[in-house]
């Protein structure tokens, strides 16, 4: 019982401070989304817009798909700061590649279009299940 509570105490704080940087690289990725969209996601799905909400759910899981990979593959939280703004510049690239892929995808979205949505949510989590293979190396 004693090595099971020692290593609780070790490596809690460790687990808490990883967690804690991954979250925070989450919040910026989102964050950083939200500038580069030329749609305002918070407002259009306030208003009850399915397809921004569409939109908005699956980047916030592509997002998280390879920064998961990220912290369950490294060892030092330095690796994945790194190693995440890494995954975070892939992710907002593939929704920028995507965005020019999709012709009027700001008019789509704006008019409640899901099918427009659910296309940039599959570009996005593709591009996700692939970086996070790729940082899981």
């Known amino acids: 019982m004693d090595t099971i509570v020692e290593t609780l105490t070790t490596g809690l704080p460790v687990l808490l401070l990883q967690f804690a940087v991954t979250l925070a ?18 407002r259009l799905v306030r208003a009850g817009n399915v397809a921004a909400g569409i939109a908005l759910a699956g980047t916030l899981v592509a997002i998280a798909i390879p920064l998961a990979a990220t912290l369950a593959s490294s060892l030092v939280t330095l690796d994945i700061l790194l190693w995440g703004l890494v995954a ?17 995808l700001r008019g789509m979205i704006e008019a409640d279009n899901p099918a427009a949505a ?20």
């Open 25 to 42: 690289l989450h919040g910026l990725g989102v964050a950083l989304y939200m500038l580069l969209t030329p749609f305002h996601e918070f």
């Open 88 to 104: 975070l510049a892939l992710q907002l690239l593939a929704f920028i590649v995507a965005s020019r892929l999709i012709p009027g």
């Open 118 to 137: 659910c296309v940039l949510v599959g570009v996005q989590l593709a591009v996700a299940l692939l970086n996070a293979g790729a940082m899981a190396g």
